[in-house]
């Protein structure tokens, strides 16, 4: 493992910050959304509607509380910790020519803060935070001018803390547009709402193109500011397994890692695949791609690969009877019948992790950040003065001793890692309290009733220790 390793956790601002109105701050479309259920999904209301519960709204206060929180990570040991800049605290509608002073301060309060704690902050600019005016008055990324919208909220923010963050990402989960099964993604990631009659293949692939244009151009402006910024990019990466060995199901699982692959392919080698390509022509699908922006994507290229990891997804190529409700990234996912899943049907695969690093760094041969892993559960909180959450120190544990397995015996360069939701915050895909990540229990239920006070979980301890011995000390 290396010597400058960042150890720590990743949140992001909408689901932690709270304060949806304070300072200025503008509707993003991370405010419009309804909490839900694993069962029932969260609804997307046009505007806000009274009455409805919109957990964003309230995150866990962050926004009031981080010098606290903060305090707590520096006593687990983290030396680096990874979160968000709301769009809508610095440009509230997002295409205002003139960025919001008070949203500007705040994040100079926060990074300051994190420094002092001698904590590195790994910044997001865009994760599922887009403000919800470019998405009513532009259709979201469908439109090119929002890539200008971006790309001006990326200079004023590279600018502003070029002597405080080194470590950026351009946009979260940048391949999350991209689930069939699930329109929900296509509106977080990209503020996308289709039409009846539209193609939608068509409109997402545009969107995307428009981020990776939006990326690239970031980068550049990045580098010009100061060299040895280190800019990456970030993918849900959940790696697809053929479900046997039939070469069908293999073939398959080639196909659908296409869907991940597209991005970094771009976002790394700064061109399109001919998979694409071939694809676009066959879907009939024309992409509005100026030949000045396909230079600027050979340029923009970016520094890193940043991952979440959270499972593993299994493809048949033929139906299987009977299957559970695993998250599925295609219609052709089915249960993988040697792993187990959480309560929201996420498969655990610790084995999956080392797989899917290797898959990376050997495709690419970027160093690697892995800025988000974690176990979603359901804590037992009847006595919040001793919560034992041994199976989210099972996970961890497992997955860490994996991410070791890669570095030490196949040779990966990974920067650092951060688990998801040191502390408790709202959950991106259900808008729950209750799915939690944390190491820190936040007295807090899903329609923001509680006390808000912090508690040490068991696995603030397990945790402090394993970043203490560097990962040498687990077995
Ligand atoms: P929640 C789905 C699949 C993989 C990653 O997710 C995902 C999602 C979204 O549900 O999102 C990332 O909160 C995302 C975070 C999110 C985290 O995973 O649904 O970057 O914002 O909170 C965990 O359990």
Redesign the pocket.
């Known amino acids: 493992m290396r010597k400058d390793f960042l150890w720590g956790g990743a949140i ?1 601002a909408h ?1 932690a910050e709270g304060e949806w109105k304070a300072g200025g701050k503008g509707v993003s479309v991370a405010d419009v959304l309804t909490s839900g259920t694993h069962e029932k999904k969260r609804e997307i209301t046009k505007g806000i509607i009274e009455g409805k519960n919109y957990p964003n709204h309230f995150g866990i206060d962050f926004y009031n509380t981080y010098q606290e929180d903060i305090k707590l990570f520096e006593e687990m040991g983290f030396n680096g910790f990874r979160t968000s800049i709301a769009w809508t605290r610095i440009f509230p509608e997002g295409d205002e020519a003139e960025p919001n002073e008070e949203g500007l301060q705040f994040y100079d309060d926060l990074f300051d803060e994190l420094i002092e704690k001698g904590m590195e902050p790994i910044i997001t600019l865009s ?2 935070e887009m403000p919800y005016h470019l998405v009513e008055a532009y259709g979201g990324w469908r439109s090119k001018k929002v890539i200008d919208y971006f790309v001006n909220f990326a200079e004023v923010v590279f600018k502003r803390y070029k002597h405080k963050v080194k470590y950026w990402m351009t946009f ?2 940048i391949n ?1 547009i991209f689930n069939p099964n699930d329109e929900f993604f296509s509106f977080v990631t990209g503020g996308l709402q289709y039409q009846e009659q539209e193609n939608k293949q068509q409109v997402m692939y545009q969107a995307s193109m428009n981020q990776l244009v939006a990326s690239a151009k970031a980068v550049e402006i990045a580098k010009a500011l100061r060299p040895d910024f280190e800019i990456g990019c970030m993918l ?1 990466f959940i790696p697809v397994y053929p479900y046997s060995s039939n070469p069908a199901d293999v073939l398959l699982a080639q196909q659908e890692m296409r869907s991940r692959y597209f991005y970094l392919d771009v976002h790394v080698h700064g061109e399109i695949p001919n998979y694409t390509k071939i694809l676009w022509e066959k879907e009939k699908i024309t992409i509005d791609l100026s030949e000045e922006e396909i230079q600027v994507l050979k340029k923009g290229t970016v520094d890193y690969v940043a991952i ?1 990891y ?1 499972m593993s997804n299994t493809v048949s190529s033929q139906k299987q009877e009977e299957q559970g409700a695993s ?1 599925k990234s295609s219609e052709n996912v089915v249960d993988n019948p040697y792993l187990t899943a959480s309560d929201w049907g996420w498969q655990n695969d610790p084995t999956g992790l080392r797989y899917a690093l290797n898959e990376l760094y050997y495709r690419y041969r970027k160093p690697i950040m892995i800025v ?1 892993n974690g176990l ?1 559960a359901f804590d037992d909180a009847t006595n919040k003065e001793v919560i034992v959450d041994d199976y989210r120190i099972e996970y961890l544990r497992n997955h860490i001793l994996a991410m070791k397995q890669a570095v030490d015996e196949d040779g990966v360069d990974v920067l650092g890692y951060t688990s ?1 939701g040191p502390i408790d915050i709202v ?4 808008g729950e309290m209750k ?1 939690r990540y944390g190491f820190i229990y936040v007295d807090q239920d899903d329609y923001g009733n509680g006390s808000k006070k912090r508690y040490k979980k068991k696995s603030f301890d397990w945790y402090r220790e394993t970043i203490k011995g560097n990962a040498e000390n687990l077995i």
Do not use: D, L, P
């Not at 959950?427 to 259900?430: E, Q």
């Open positions: 992001a689901q994760h599922f979260n989960e999350n849900a979440s959270y998250y988000e979603g998801w959950s991106a895909g259900t799915k």
